[in-house]
Structures are given as C-alpha cells and as structure tokens.
C-alpha cells in the first residue's frame, strides 16, 4: 500500500504533498517496527529522528551499531495502532446493511472483488484506509459480456486502489477525465517470478471511457469497454474520502496523533539512551596506595556490589555517583501521552485521571462524528459503485447500503465509553 511511483509518471501536488503524512501514519500503526523503517525510507519523516554521530570511513559500522542500539532500547507506545483498530472495529460492531432483489446483485455482495472478499470486508477496507489516509478509490471494472445474453452475462468486481496507488487525476467541468493508477503484476524471469509495476490510465478520449496500461515504458492498445455494445462517456471510478467523495485530498485523520505518537518515541529512545549509560552508578576512588599494596590487601581485586569488600588505608576514599530519577525527558513524554489522548487516542488511563466529565465527553463525541462522517461517505460511495456494477451487468433493481453508524457508545457515559476501550485493549470485549 505505500509504495511510491518508480516510473515516470506525473503526480498530483496533493499527492506529493500528503506521501509523507500518509507514510508516517501507517508507521505508527505498524509501530516501532513501522518507525524505525520510515528513517530508512524515501518517503521522508516528521519528527522521528536518531542522535547525530560523527560518522568517518573509519567508524562507520560502530556509529550504525549505536543508532541500531539507540532504537533497540526504545520502547514504543501503541496509541496509534490501537486507536485505529478499535475505530475500525466500532463501524464494523455491525454488518453492513444490503438491500435488493436482484439475485446477481446479492452474489456480487458475496465476492465484490473477485477474490471473496464481502461487501462487509470491502467497506471495513475502505474504513481502515480512509482513517489512515483519507482517501480511497473504487474501480467498477465491467465482465467481459461480448456476444452472451442477459441472463449469460457475468459479474462485475470492484477493485480497490489505496491513496498511494492513486497518483494523478484530471478534472474539467467538474467531470473527471482521466485517473492514473500504480498497480503491481507479476512477471516471469527465467524460473523466476518478479513484482513489477505498471500504470493504469482511464480516461475519456473523443468522448469514450479508455483504459490503458503502461508496462516498461511502452502503453499496451486501449480497452474500451461497453454496455450494450455502446462505449462509456464517463470514468467508472469512484472517490471516498473522509470529509467527502470527491477526488479532492482530505486531512488524514489520524495524522496528529501519528505525529505526536512518533514524537514520544523519540522520547522514549533518548530516555532509555541516557539511563543505559548514566543511570547505573559510578564508583570512584581516591587514594594514595599503589597499585601492589592495593592488590595485595584486596587479593580478589576491587569489587562494587553491595556485598563486596574493599580495604584501603584510613586515607583513602570511595564515592558513589548517580544521577537523579526525575528529569526532563519522562516529563516531557508524560506530557505527549496526555496530548496523545486529547488528540482521541482510544487508550486505557488511569481511574484516578484528573479530567473533568465534559472534557472526556468533548473527546469522545469528536472521535465518534468522525467515524459517522466517514461509515455515510462509505455508504454512499459503495452504493453508486453496486449501482454502475449493475448497470455493467445489465440488472435493474433498488440498492440501499448502510454502513454502520450507530455504536456502543452514542448512549454511554465518558466513564461507560473508557470501559468500553480498555475491555477491547485487554482483551476482554
């Protein structure tokens, strides 16, 4: 899902502009294994990186040992993951609402893509992406019907394409003209199979949908699909977003509190970077024996256990240094998780938290209109797909779907609702 364009095709500003984002909030839902990759990755990164070290030809694998053991220690904080599911697990709390009659739109509600997946699986997809990026989009790619009767014809699929796949649109007149999309296929090389990229243009060209694909530079001829032997005057690809289904680029939602979740583990790592190497206490020791009168009166050599015994002179002196347990690093992280949670991270708090009921309220009715906004575009959004599905298919017929929108916790107390969180994070629900 993150993988960025390697061939040259042209990219929306948009999509330029929101790679990092969408970058940093799958790495933050995947967590320290997600955070330490993006450092690696050429999406580039926001607020999540390793202590600065000299490095020369000499050092060079010690220096990256260090930054390895810097991150090693760090310990992640799974707000973002956790968030994430439990948003996507609150929309599909239900399963989605399917009406119609017609027997060829109910099997196409069994295997939408063509891979089994369930109308209720595809919708649950879109909702995890679209948390994660705010965008999504739905190819309605017509059966192959040419010569069969109505009642031979077979069924159309939905292909789903992640905002990292939708690299460019056009519109004029409010129509959109043309989409460009990375897709992934398989080629055989000797025994061998290797992952390659292609690219997908639609596109309406003297008036007629195209579809055309770009494969090691060379634009294979154009498909033009039909209904009823009659070719497509628009682009059978739909939009879904977070605040709306337009092919416009939404906020990601949960990019705030990705950003602030890598910024405490940032934290995290210098914290436990300063205890490995300050947080042990120091011995030192100040005499004027040498160094035979002091092997000689300690045979077993200096020890610095609690249960070791040394023997010096009345002259000699022994100290022990320590740095103190308070500082500035694990109150600045205390003061990240607190804004962790203002930003709607769904994590498990302290019973004695000093918060006031509105302010929890607040908190929980911002998160859950969100989920309400998204679960309607989702909706409306896979409804027009079935419909063009239909249309492709040559079957008429209502199609209502619903999307889940109502949850547990519309009717709940900020207390109810917290309990609600902490059953499903340990476990429980």
Same mark, same amino acid.
């Given at each position: 899902?993150?993988?960025? *364009?390697?061939?040259?095709?042209?990219?929306?500003?948009?999509?330029?502009?929101? =790679?990092?984002?969408?970058?940093q909030v799958r790495a933050a839902i995947r967590g320290k294994q997600g955070a330490i990759k993006l450092l690696?990755?050429?999406?580039?990164?926001?607020?999540?990186?390793?202590?600065?070290?000299?490095?020369?030809?000499?050092?060079?694998? #010690?220096?990256?040992?260090?930054?390895?053991?810097?991150?090693?220690?760090?310990?992640?904080? %799974?707000?973002?993951?956790?968030?994430?599911?439990?948003?996507?697990?609150?929309?599909?709390?239900?399963?989605?609402?399917? #009406?119609?009659?017609?027997?060829?739109?109910?099997?196409?509600?069994?295997?939408?893509?063509?891979? *089994?997946?369930?109308?209720?699986?595809?919708?649950?997809?879109?909702?995890?992406?679209?948390?994660?990026?705010?965008?999504?989009?739905? =190819?309605?790619?017509?059966?192959? *019907? %040419?010569?069969?009767?109505?009642?031979? !014809?077979?069924?159309?699929?939905?292909?789903?394409?992640?905002?990292?796949?939708?690299?460019?649109?056009?519109?004029?007149?409010?129509? =959109?003209?043309?989409?460009?999309?990375?897709?992934?296929?398989?080629?055989?090389?000797?025994?061998?199979?290797?992952?390659?990229? $292609?690219?997908?243009? =639609?596109?309406?060209?003297?008036?007629?949908?195209?579809?055309?694909?770009?494969?090691?530079?060379?634009?294979?001829?154009?498909?033009?699909?039909?209904?009823?032997?009659?070719?497509?005057?628009?682009?059978?690809?739909?939009?879904?977003?977070?605040?709306?289904?337009?092919?416009?680029?939404?906020?990601?939602?949960?990019?705030?509190?990705?950003?602030?979740?890598?910024?405490?583990?940032?934290?995290?790592?210098?914290?436990?970077d300063n205890l490995h190497y300050h947080a042990q206490g120091k011995t030192n020791i100040y005499t004027d024996?040498?160094?035979?009168?002091?092997?000689?009166? *300690?045979?077993?050599?200096?020890?610095?256990?609690?249960?070791?015994?040394?023997?010096?002179?009345?002259?000699?002196?022994?100290?022990?240094?320590?740095?103190?347990?308070?500082?500035?690093?694990?109150?600045?992280?205390?003061?990240?998780?607190?804004?962790?949670?203002?930003?709607?991270? $769904?994590?498990?708090?302290?019973?004695?938290?000093?918060?006031?009921?509105?302010?929890? #309220?607040?908190?929980?009715?911002?998160?859950?209109? $969100?989920?309400?906004?998204?679960?309607?575009?989702?909706?409306?959004?896979?409804?027009?797909?079935?419909?063009?599905?239909?249309?492709? !298919?040559?079957?008429?017929?209502?199609?209502?779907?619903?999307?889940?929108? $109502?949850?547990?916790?519309?009717?709940?107390?900020?207390?109810?609702?917290?309990?609600?969180?902490?059953?499903?994070?340990?476990?429980?629900?």
């Open positions: 899902n993150t993988r960025v *364009n390697t061939m040259e095709t042209k990219l929306d500003k948009g999509y330029t502009d929101n =790679l990092p984002l969408w970058a690696d990755s050429s999406y580039g990164y926001f607020g999540i990186i390793s202590p600065h070290y000299r490095i020369t030809q000499s050092n060079h694998a #010690e220096v990256n040992q260090k930054r390895l053991a810097y991150f090693g220690r760090g310990r992640f904080f %799974e707000a973002t993951g956790r968030t994430h599911d439990a948003y996507v697990g609150m929309i599909g709390s239900r399963d989605v609402e399917f #009406e119609t009659e017609n027997e060829k739109l109910i099997e196409l509600s069994r295997n939408v893509d063509g891979g *089994n997946s369930t109308l209720n699986d595809f919708a649950l997809e879109i909702a995890s992406e679209l948390l994660i990026t705010a965008r999504y989009g739905v =190819l309605v790619d017509p059966p192959s *019907n %040419e010569g069969k009767t109505i009642s031979q !014809m077979g069924s159309s699929k939905l292909v789903g394409y992640a905002a990292e796949s939708i690299v460019r649109h056009v519109e004029q007149s409010g129509k =959109l003209v043309m989409v460009e999309l990375l897709e992934a296929y398989w080629k055989k090389v000797d025994d061998d199979y290797e992952c390659k990229e $292609q690219t997908r243009r =639609l596109e309406i060209v003297d008036g007629k949908y195209t579809s055309r694909i770009k494969r090691e530079d060379d634009w294979e001829e154009p498909v033009i699909p039909t209904i009823k032997g009659d070719p497509l005057n628009y682009i059978p690809f739909q939009f879904f977003g977070s605040e709306n289904n337009k092919p416009s680029y939404d906020r990601p939602v949960m990019f705030g509190l990705a950003h602030q979740n890598m910024g405490h583990f940032m934290l995290d790592c210098d914290n436990r024996m040498d160094n035979e009168d002091i092997a000689a009166m *300690n045979p077993g050599g200096i020890g610095v256990g609690a249960k070791d015994v040394n023997v010096f002179d009345s002259t000699s002196k022994m100290e022990i240094l320590q740095i103190e347990a308070t500082g500035a690093l694990p109150a600045e992280m205390l003061r990240d998780e607190k804004r962790l949670i203002m930003l709607g991270a $769904q994590v498990a708090q302290d019973s004695a938290t000093n918060q006031t009921l509105g302010a929890k #309220e607040i908190e929980s009715n911002a998160s859950t209109s $969100q989920l309400k906004r998204i679960a309607n575009n989702i909706s409306n959004g896979l409804t027009r797909c079935v419909q063009l599905a239909a249309e492709f !298919m040559s079957v008429s017929g209502d199609v209502t779907i619903k999307v889940n929108d $109502q949850f547990v916790t519309d009717n709940m107390t900020a207390q109810d609702v917290m309990a609600v969180f902490q059953g499903v994070q340990g476990g429980e629900v």
